[in-house]
């Protein structure tokens, strides 16, 4: 749908979809090192579980 609109408007909002897609880029950029501290926790507790289990 929004690939059609661009094309429909010979070439007009190409910028605004450049824009668009940068925001979003920077938005994952930001979130993603956000995200590591957490996922990294889950993952040490999924292993300590699993160690606990093997050393019973």
Known sequence: ????LIL???G???VEYGLVLGV???AA???IPAL????ENL???IA???EAQVNL
């Open 43 to 45: 993952f040490r507790s």
């Open 29 to 31: 950029v930001g979130i």
């Open 24 to 26: 979003l880029v920077i």
């Open 36 to 39: 590591v501290p957490i996922i």
């Open 1 to 4: 749908m929004i690939k059609n």
């Open 12 to 14: 007009q909002g190409t």
């Open 48 to 50: 300590d579980a699993v």
């Open 8 to 10: 429909q408007e010979n």
